[in-house]
C-alpha cells in the first residue's frame, strides 16, 4: 500500500478541486493506501519568500507538517485550477516555501547542483480550467502542466508525473461532475 500526500492548490475552500482532492482521498483510503489530504486554503502560512534563497525562512507548524507527510510519502497528487495559464500563486508559494530550506542546505555543498531532494517519489497533476482541454493542448501547448512536470517536479526527482485534465468545469453537467469524481476517486482506490 502506498502512502499519498493530496494538494489542494486552490486559494478557496468548498471549490471542485477541493471535491476532485477528497474523492481522490476517499478512493485511496478504501484500497488501503494512507492519504491524507492539505488543503492550502486551510493551511496558515506566509506565501511570502522573504529571503529568497540567501536565508532560510523558517516553516510554519501547517507547513512542516504537508513538509514530513510530502517527504514520507511515496506518491503525490496536486489539484490545482488554470489560471491565468498557470498554477495558482498560493500553489506557487506553497512549493517555494517548502523547498527552500532543502535547497539552501544544498549550497556550498558537493550536492549543491543535485536537486533532486524528493527521489523515489511518483506523482499526478489534476488541472481544472474553463476552456476545453483540446484547446488547452493545441493552443496553448500545455505551458503550466510543462512547467509544472519539468521544472518543478522532475528537477526535485520526482518521477514519473502523470496528468489529468477536466476542461469546461463551469459549463458542465452535475452528472458530468460526478463521473470525473468517480474517475478521480477509482485513481485514488489505483494509487495512480
Known amino acids: ?17 477541493e471535491a476532485l482532492a ?5 478512493g485511496a483510503r478504501a484500497a488501503g493506501h494512507e492519504a491524507k489530504l492539505f ?8 506565501p ?5 534563497y540567501r536565508f532560510e525562512q523558517p516553516l510554519e507548524p501547517d507547513l512542516r507538517t504537508a513538509y ?3 517527504a514520507a510519502s511515496s506518491h503525490w497528487v496536486i489539484v490545482f485550477p488554470l489560471w491565468l495559464g498557470d498554477m495558482p500563486a498560493i500553489l506557487k508559494a506553497f512549493l517555494e516555501r517548502i523547498l527552500q530550506p532543502d535547497l539552501i542546505l544544498r549550497r556550498d555543498t558537493e ?12 506523482a499526478r497533476l489534476i488541472m481544472t480550467m474553463g476552456m476545453p482541454v483540446m484547446v ?21 526527482g520526482v518521477k514519473p ?21 468517480k474517475e478521480v476517486e477509482a485513481l485514488g482506490k489505483a494509487g495512480a
Open 111 to 122: 550536492s549543491a547542483m543535485n536537486w533532486r531532494i524528493f527521489e523515489n517519489k511518483s
Open 68 to 70: 514530513d507527510w510530502l
Open 161 to 181: 508525473v502523470r496528468e489529468t485534465l477536466f476542461g469546461m468545469v463551469a459549463d458542465v453537467s452535475h452528472e458530468k461532475r460526478e463521473r470525473w469524481l
Open 136 to 156: 488547452y493542448r493545441l493552443w496553448y501547448w500545455p505551458h503550466a502542466l510543462k512547467l509544472f512536470r519539468n521544472n518543478i517536479l522532475h528537477f526535485i
Open 22 to 26: 477528497e474523492a481522490y482521498e476517499r
Open 48 to 52: 511570502i519568500l522573504r529571503g529568497g
Open 39 to 46: 488543503a492550502l486554503a486551510h493551511m496558515s502560512f506566509d
Open 1 to 17: 500500500m502506498a502512502k499519498i500526500a493530496i494538494i489542494v492548490g486552490h486559494p478557496q475552500e468548498q471549490t471542485f478541486c
